[in-house]
Each structure stands twice: as C-alpha cells, then as structure tokens.
C-alpha cells in the first residue's frame, strides 16, 4: 500500500501535537473548574486556610 500524504510523518506529528494541546486545554479547564467549585463551599476554603496558615 503505497503513503499518502496524510500518512507522513510531519502530519502525524502535527496530529499528535493537536491533541496534546486539546488535552492540556482539557486539564486545564478541569482544573479552573474543580477550583470554582472549592470556592463554592466555604467549609472547604476554612479548613484549607486553617491548614496553610498552622504551619507559621
């Protein structure tokens, strides 16, 4: 089977890199998300600036 020119090998590499960017565009927006949802329970946020400020 003769290699066309989507199989070559900068294209895959480009395909690669486009998915390693989705996915840490992905993490990063779970991540943004997980934060958003700490602060909307400020038990969480109490005892997290508890346990930050008892180590001075």
Same mark, same amino acid.
């Given at each position: 089977?003769?290699?066309?020119?989507?199989?070559?090998?900068?294209?895959?590499?480009?395909?690669?890199? &486009?998915?390693? &960017? &989705? !996915?840490? #565009?992905?993490?990063?927006?779970?991540?943004? !998300?997980?934060?958003?949802? #700490?602060?909307?329970?400020?038990?969480?946020?109490?005892?997290?600036?508890? &346990?930050?400020?008892?180590?001075?």
């Amino acid at each position: 089977m003769p290699l066309t020119a989507a199989d070559s090998p900068d294209d895959r590499r480009a395909t690669r890199a &486009r998915w390693a &960017r &989705r !996915l840490v #565009w992905a993490l990063a927006l779970g991540l943004a !998300l997980a934060v958003l949802s #700490w602060y909307r329970s400020p038990s969480f946020m109490l005892h997290l600036a508890d &346990r930050l400020w008892s180590c001075w």
